[in-house]
């Protein structure tokens, strides 16, 4: 394990790495690599005309994949194991909420699509499905009123639809310096931390 200190000066380069080092990593049963879906998930935000900050959220929506990379203080900012808690707690220490966000939650947006989406679910891919029900099915009724309440719930759902449109073989995007230098500049902007 990594024993860097991260800082706002570091953050960029520490995730350029992991994406370079291990981004052809297959995700979890799907047709395409980590970075292809990083990839494709932030070239999909791009194409909706989406901010600077909703393309960083789709880009590192699943960075809590790589969390035994990070340095050991940061396990103890996830309550648990999951990855997008895991994601969520270590980009909040230098993006907005707006990036974080829907991090912390794509894992539930699916459960909430589900719930009040009849056709999402059949557009998951296999693997989505499989997982769906590790993560507890599809919210109920009070789950989704509770979910509801999230400032940042569109942001989250469009996100989501981002993550589900990543997985495809083949899809020629931008490069991670594209998407990487709009990370750097969601941070530059970020002054509250
Ligand atoms: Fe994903």
Redesign the pocket.
Known sequence: MSQVELNRDNIIPFLADIFNRLGADS?LGEEVSMSE??LQ?AFKAEQAEESDATITAALL??IGHYTGEFPENYIELGVDNQHETMGSAILERFFPAEVYEPVRW?VEAKRYLCAVEPEYFSGLSDASVKTLELQGGPLDHNQVKEFEKNPHLDAIVRVRRY?DG??LAGVLTPDIGHYLDIAQSVLDENTEN
């Open positions: 995700y879906h990083m998930s929506h699943d794509h993550d990543g997985k």
